[in-house]
């Protein structure tokens, strides 16, 4: 006489599927899953707007403010970095402008030093 054990029936489950495989979010978004496996889109760092229309902040210097540049797709101040030591940086229509400030001199891209002026003692003559 043979026996065979029988393995308890196990219900068929179905393996859990990955809400955001393939992302449902669109192009420059990130999917999260939350707790209940439901997908969560939200745009990438360096992006705004809402999924699926996440999109960089400026791509010319028309789409920002006047007193910033866009750089890299952001809009941002262009005179970090851009002026050397005491040297003033002003931006007028997206454009950076270094200069030395009033009673200094030099060049305004690496560094403006302080114009010293030596008061000469006046001397004076008498005339006969």
Do not use: W
């Not at 219900?11 to 393939?22: F, G, I, L, N």
Request: overall charge negative; aromatic content about 8%; proline content about 12%.
């Amino acid at each position: 006489m043979n026996f065979f054990f029988l393995s308890p029936a196990t219900p068929d489950v179905e393996p859990t599927r990955d809400p955001c495989y393939p992302s449902p979010c669109g192009l420059n978004s990130q999917c999260a899953v939350s707790a209940d496996n439901i997908p969560s889109c939200s745009c990438s760092p360096t992006f705004i707007g809402s999924p699926p229309n996440c999109r960089p902040e400026c791509h010319v210097n028309s789409e920002c403010p006047t007193n910033q540049a866009c750089i890299k797709q952001k809009c941002t101040d262009p005179c970090v970095g851009l002026c050397g030591f005491n040297a003033l940086c002003q931006v007028t229509l997206h454009q950076a402008r270094c200069t030395c400030p009033e009673s200094y001199t030099g060049d305004p891209f690496t560094v403006c030093s302080e114009i010293i002026c030596k008061k000469i003692p006046a001397t004076f003559t008498r005339n006969n």
